[in-house]
């Protein structure tokens, strides 16, 4: 029986509430403790949770010792599933011959979270070797198990510069791709329509009657209003008069004859052009750019800042007759990928 210190048991016993972090520090008696006890060379006087105690070699361990330990827990089916994947997770973050050996030797005797924590590690060190037998996995139907395996194919082929990536197959496995949508000009009628739909605040601003734009995302519209104090013919001179709120944008759907208030659109001079904001009505930032002048017009460009939502960006081109943008988005198909345990 091994004896813990008291900053080992903290970290490794199974009541410790410490959380494991990327700053943890042991000397090297400890190590050698945490070692002999994953090696199964010696029990540690106190309970060790022992999932608990990978995730705490992964950050301090180094040289082969670190694989070899790793790997003997992968390897032993007696273990814990939870702790087999922190040790494939650990051996996916160094790349050596013997975690990719022992990660492929695994990775047929596996099934369900374990073996993709396996694939996930092999796609980040893996080489042609590991090409090889993740194509030689049985058929699995499973969509995320089929998003994790593209995604281990891709990041190898990238590495060992593979000539047969591609590029369509990518996207349509990884569920993802650009989307481009154009934005059409209102006529004066149904721009006045889209404004007696409006039944939200405004924010005291007038609108324009003359000039709007559309855009139909799915079953949903989107409409821009201007300030009263665009005209046609003249757009960019008011655009570059002064910093102001310049719209709003709102949104119907079929079933609704209101249209709600989603974002604001401000413009504010600068010294390279004119800096872009939308925000939600809250204050909330969501797109943020700028437009700048390029021979007798202005191009913009504004991109997602948002942190869940997928990527977004508005570009375009503003003259004094007419503003052109196009929104391209990430169509993306969710795939439940498995949770860690």
Known sequence: MIALSPKLTRIVSDQALDCINGNLSLDKNEIDTLTKILSNKEKGKSPVNRKRAVNAFIQVAKGRVFSEVLAKILLDSTELNATRIAAASGLGKFADKESE????????KTGGHLQREIIKAMGRIGTEKSIKALDSLSANNDPGFQHTLTFARLFIGYRIKSASIDSEKIKEALGAQWIKLQSSPLSKKKLRENIQSLR???????LSNDVGFEITCGKTRNTLFLND?????????????????????????????ISTVRNIVMTNLSESGID????????????AGNA???????????RDIGLTSAPTTVSGTISDKEIIFEVSAINQRRVKTGQRI
Not at 236 to 255: F, T, W
Not at 276 to 287: A, F, P, W
Not at 292 to 302: A, I
């Open 276 to 287: 872009i904001i939308v925000t939600r009505t809250t204050g909330e930032v969501v797109y």
């Open 229 to 257: 104090e665009f005209k046609p013919g003249a757009l960019l001179k008011n655009l570059k008069s002064r910093s102001q709120i310049s719209g709003i944008v709102a949104i119907r759907s079929p079933e609704e004859s």
């Open 101 to 108: 050996k022992t990660l492929i030797q695994a990775l047929g």
């Open 200 to 206: 939200d605040n405004t924010f005291g601003l007038k």
């Open 292 to 302: 700048w002048s390029e021979g007798k017009v202005w191009k913009f460009t504004l």
